[in-house]
């Protein structure tokens, strides 16, 4: 399934991220470290932005993008050769993915199920093309309890919010999508970040066996 994004919005988006990547990387950077450590040769990124988690793959790795924003495809893939990393970008979305039923070895995502319409099928088309074992290592974003300011602030700013970051919405329990989507194994690890951009603070990190 392809999909063609809002010009002004796709643009700005791809503009937006690029900006604030040192920013955004230095609020979850020992997060990623943890659960993007040991991957693979050869791996597949679902949402892939401009690139943002190209610095914790290793040297040499072979990386499938699925990245559907095609003004994002000029920075994935000069960052791409920046790090000496072989990338193909495929403009498909996350819950149609074309790769076969078992076929690699890792996925990983970072802030991408809290943009997408249907997260618990872009969860369930990386289990399908996971390798019995293999691994799904994820950053994103979760809901904040119910009854709490921060829910509040949540629900107050879900409009502006989602055009600035790509439909993203932090009122998604993506913790139990996960957990749903029939893993054999899965942990996973929840964190405030100390940053003034209130709806974003309460995250998920984690990993998910096949």
């Excluded at 690029?18 to 659960?35: F, M, P, Q, S």
């Excluded at 990983?108 to 997260?119: F, G, R």
């Amino acid at each position: 399934m392809t999909s063609t994004p809002h010009p002004m919005r796709g643009r700005f988006n791809a503009w937006f991220f690029t900006a604030l990547d040192g920013y955004i990387n230095w609020l979850v950077r020992d997060h990623k470290r943890a659960v993007f450590s040991g991957l693979p040769a050869e791996l597949v990124e679902v949402g892939p932005g401009v690139g943002a988690n190209f610095r914790y793959l290793p040297p040499g790795c072979r990386l499938t993008a699925i990245e559907p924003n095609p003004y994002m495809h000029g920075a994935l893939r000069r960052r791409a050769a920046r790090r000496g990393i072989g990338v193909q970008i495929r403009s498909i979305t996350g819950d149609a993915i074309d790769l076969d039923d078992q076929s690699v070895d890792a996925v990983i995502s970072s802030l991408l199920l809290c943009t997408v319409a249907d997260p618990g099928q872009v969860v369930s088309e990386i289990r399908r093309i996971l390798r019995p074992g293999g691994r799904y290592a994820f950053l994103e974003h979760a809901v904040a309890p119910d009854g709490t300011f921060l829910r509040g602030i949540q629900r107050a700013v879900r409009r502006p919010w989602a055009w600035v970051f790509e439909g993203c919405s932090c009122e998604r329990d993506l913790a139990a999508v996960i957990r749903a989507a029939g893993f054999t194994s899965v942990e996973i690890g929840q964190y405030r970040l100390r940053s003034p951009f209130l709806p974003v603070n309460t995250q998920i990190a984690g990993t998910a066996i096949a």
